[in-house]
Each structure stands twice: as structure tokens, then as C-alpha cells.
């Protein structure tokens, strides 16, 4: 067992522990622009760390139309995000609950208790097209707590037994836990699986996103998923612009992928959005104060790098896809392609990745 694994398991071990640390059970909570908190918890298992257990209303988020996603519908069982990486897209969304997006958005981590339930009913509504619904667009629904409070098997179940495709992107080994529960659902609709990996090496990973699994842990993963009969896109994302983009470290990481039995591979460029862009600058000028000029005029335009660097990358890691037979095709203009098998099959024709729209990776 892992480092990670250990620590999941002494975190997760005994609901006795959990319910004892209860903070302001008997009164009513809120945050502002967020409404039915019911109480809020700490724990020493998760040192630092807030849990606001909500009671949701709705969970079916609607994609808007303008959108190119190749899915309509999203769930986010959590808001706010214990992996704590650097550079996440969603940091923005934290400041809407007057959180901060830097040390706010790791740490006080709002949970929808109910989200299965809710979900089930939504589900059942004879509008309901049985549309594809996507998970892991905002903040992993597989970070760690996840394993305390258990809100994906509900979550799953309730999709599969309405006849609704559904996909997964994530960071987390605990999807491993559900793997069963996934293999018996594939059996019943489309099921896409995606897990995002942006690096082999363990130092600077621990920098960039401290509170994630290693990159071999979720190579682990990959493999489970396909040992389970499941496919698996991997998502190489993001490259950090002169730390993790050399060809030698592009080259290991594909073969790494491929060597687990990814059924394809997408690579993508750091993207540097509001909230996520001034804590990520902070982290580079801690770390590698000296590639502050490099960032800043790569990102001069706003949160998109450079289109030079991007058609640099992009013929960078074409050969590289080819090479492993990750699933290569030619970059469209308008986006990449998500990585085969991390969307259900009838929608992955239409996944073309718009970087603007990305928030997890």
C-alpha cells in the first residue's frame, strides 16, 4: 500500500471518529450565494480542512447552449477542492460563495449530502431526455473525502438505472472503490472514464497539486479501470510551459500511459483563468521566480497561451501520440479531441476541446 492509499484509509476508517467532530450541528449555517448549509465539520484526519454539508435542491447543471462541450448536463457532488492544485480552472467559482479562490478554495470544501437523492428525482422527470451527463467538470467528485462521504455509488446508480450515458474525469484512486459499481452500470448505458495526469516527476508534482494522488498511483488507476473491462482517456494536462514540456519528459509520460492501457491521450497547455491565474503566478514566483518574465509574456493575451507555443507543443506531441498509438489525430482549429474512452461512445465524435471552457484540467 501507498503513501496516498495509507493516509485514504486512516482518513476514512471509522464514521465514529467523523461523527463526533461535528461543528454546529443543532443550528443553521450559511455562506453568502449559498444557501442550506446544515452544518459545518472539521476533523484531524483532515487537518485544516472545513466541510459544509449541504442540502441541495438541484444538481442537474445545464451546459450552456453556446457551449461546444459534447455533453448538456453536469453534476459536481462537492464545490471547492482538496487536491489543491496550483493551476485549477474552478479556483473563480469559490469567490461567488464570498471564499476566496487561493487557500479558501482547498480548504473549506462545500458537499451536497443529498445529491443522489436529488438526482434520482430529477432524473425521473418525464422531461428528462436521458442526455449524457458529465462529472469531474469542475471539481473532482473522487478527492478524497469522497471516501468518507460516499456520494458517488448513489450517483452512478441513479444514472444507470434512468438510462442516462454519463462520463467521469478525475484525479482520484478512490474511483477504484466503484469500479464494480461502474463495470455493472457500462452494462446499461455509455460510460466514458478519463483520468488527468500532468507529470512523472513526484517533486514537482507535490509542489504543483500537493494534494493529489502521485502520478504512479494514478497510472495505477488507469490500469484498474482497464483490468475492470473499462475504457480510459488519459488527459495530459496541464504542460507547464518550460517545467514539464521538454520532449524527454513527454516521451516518459506517453509511454507511461500507454505502458497502463490508456485507450487514448489528450495533451494539453497550462490554461491560466481568472482566480486560477494569480495563485498559480504566486506558486511560480515561490518556486521559479526566474520564469516570471517567460509566463507573463506567454500569457499576455489572457488565459490562453501563446498561439506560437501551442502549434510548438502541438507538433512537440503529435509524433509522440502516433508513436505510443494513443488515439492521434490532427488538431482541429477549433480544439483537440478528448481522449478515446473518456466520453461515451456516442458523443465522443463531437468532443472537440474548447480551452476556454475547461475547468478541471
Request: proline share 7%; net charge positive.
Amino acid at each position: 500500500m501507498g503513501r496516498f492509499d495509507s493516509r485514504v484509509e486512516q482518513a476514512f476508517d471509522g464514521g465514529v471518529r467523523w461523527e463526533r467532530q461535528r461543528v454546529d450541528a443543532d443550528r443553521q449555517q450559511t455562506l453568502p450565494g449559498l444557501p442550506g448549509v446544515v452544518r459545518t465539520v472539521r476533523t484531524p484526519e483532515f487537518a485544516g480542512m472545513v466541510f459544509h454539508e449541504v442540502r441541495a435542491k438541484s444538481v442537474l447543471n445545464r451546459v450552456p447552449g453556446s457551449s461546444p462541450m459534447p455533453f448538456a448536463w453536469t453534476v459536481n457532488p462537492y464545490r471547492g477542492c482538496s487536491h489543491a492544485c496550483t493551476y485549477c480552472f474552478a479556483r473563480n467559482s469559490h469567490t461567488y460563495l464570498d471564499l476566496d479562490s487561493g487557500k479558501d478554495f482547498d480548504s473549506e470544501i462545500v458537499v451536497k449530502v443529498n445529491v443522489a437523492e436529488v438526482l434520482a428525482r430529477q432524473l425521473r422527470a418525464p422531461s428528462w431526455q436521458h442526455d449524457h451527463v458529465a462529472m469531474g467538470t469542475n471539481t473532482d467528485p473522487y478527492q478524497r473525502v469522497e471516501g468518507r462521504y460516499q456520494l458517488m455509488p448513489g450517483i452512478i446508480k441513479a444514472l444507470a438505472e434512468s438510462g442516462t450515458p454519463f462520463s467521469i474525469l478525475t484525479k482520484g484512486p478512490v474511483l477504484a472503490r466503484d469500479l464494480p459499481l461502474l463495470a455493472d452500470a457500462a452494462q446499461q448505458v455509455e460510460v466514458g472514464v478519463g483520468v488527468s495526469i500532468a507529470l512523472l516527476d513526484r517533486d514537482l508534482q507535490h509542489s504543483v497539486e500537493p494534494g493529489t494522488a502521485s502520478p504512479q498511483a494514478r497510472l495505477d488507476l488507469v490500469r484498474k479501470i482497464r483490468e475492470a473491462g473499462l475504457p480510459c482517456g488519459v488527459m495530459i494536462a496541464p504542460v507547464l510551459p518550460r517545467l514539464t514540456d521538454s520532449t524527454d519528459q513527454l516521451d516518459a509520460l506517453l509511454a507511461a500511459v500507454a505502458d497502463a492501457g490508456a485507450t487514448g491521450a489528450t495533451v494539453l497547455a497550462l490554461h491560466l483563468r481568472k482566480g486560477a491565474r494569480e495563485w498559480f503566478l504566486q506558486w511560480l514566483e515561490r518556486t521559479h521566480p526566474s520564469l516570471l518574465p517567460v509566463y507573463r509574456k506567454l500569457y499576455a493575451r489572457g488565459a490562453t497561451v501563446d498561439p506560437q507555443y501551442r502549434a510548438w507543443l502541438g507538433a512537440k506531441v503529435g509524433p509522440l501520440l502516433r508513436k505510443y498509438k494513443l488515439n492521434y489525430r490532427e488538431r482541429r482549429e477549433s480544439g483537440h479531441r478528448w481522449p478515446k474512452g473518456s466520453l461515451p461512445a456516442k458523443t465522443e465524435q463531437a468532443g472537440v476541446i474548447d480551452e476556454e471552457q475547461l475547468t478541471l484540467l
